[in-house]
Every structure is written in structure tokens, then in C-alpha cells.
Nanobody
Framework: QVQLVESGEGLVPPGGSLRLSCAAS???????????MGWYRQAPGKQREWVAH???????NYADSVKGRFTISRVNAKNTIYLQMNSLKPEDTAVYYC????????WGQGTQVTVSS
């Protein structure tokens, strides 16, 4: 069973940057490389929303709210995906999660991102 662990939490001022990581275990690198992987976030009092995803071949897609500021990437040999977040805004404050797109695994604990001066 795939297990997901997010890391990289932090408190940053508006305009700052942060890099999140998501490590998947319980699957081989060859199988992980076939997954479409995504980042999601949940702000206080709001529903979880999709942020970005990356296909097995590398093409990416982003929510309009983060397009041009966030970059999703993956290193299949490490069973890991990343989210580079630049020009952060207070509205980016949320718990960030990763998961497989289409056939979600059990959700991990997430990692807290707080953007505040």
C-alpha cells in the first residue's frame, strides 16, 4: 500500500519561497514513475483543493491561483515529488498534501505552510 509523507513546512513572509517534498513508499520506483502525482491544499475552514499535478512523462498542470508562481517536479528514482513555491501570498496559507491522481492513496499528514509578516 502506498504511503505518502509530506515535508518542508514553514512560516515565510509574503513574497517568500518554500520548497515542499513528498516521499512515497510501498511501491517500486518503476511503478511510481507511472503515477500522475498531485499537490493539494486545505486552508482553515475550506475544502481541500487541487494545486498542481505532474504526469508520468513530466507534463504539468496548475490551478490558476498558483500558475506562474509554483513549480511541481518529480524524481522517480527517489519516489519523490516536489513543489517549489515562489512569490507566496497570505492566501497560500494551508496544509499541503500530495497524492496520486485518479486513484488516491491514504492521505498523509500534510505539511503546514504559513505566509505571514
Amino acid at each position: 500500500q502506498v504511503q505518502l509523507v509530506e515535508s518542508g513546512e514553514g512560516l515565510v513572509p509574503p513574497g517568500g519561497s518554500l520548497r515542499l517534498s513528498c516521499a512515497a513508499s510501498g511501491t517500486s520506483t518503476s511503478i511510481f514513475s507511472t503515477y500522475i502525482m498531485g499537490w493539494y491544499r486545505q486552508a482553515p475552514g475550506k475544502q481541500r483543493e487541487w494545486v498542481a499535478h505532474i504526469t508520468s512523462g513530466g507534463p504539468t498542470n496548475y490551478a490558476d491561483s498558483v500558475k506562474g508562481r509554483f513549480t511541481i517536479s518529480r524524481v522517480n528514482a527517489k519516489n519523490t515529488i516536489y513543489l517549489q513555491m515562489n512569490s507566496l501570498k497570505p492566501e497560500d496559507t494551508a496544509v499541503y498534501y500530495c497524492n496520486r491522481v485518479g486513484i488516491p492513496a491514504r492521505w498523509g499528514q500534510g505539511t503546514q505552510v504559513t505566509v505571514s509578516s
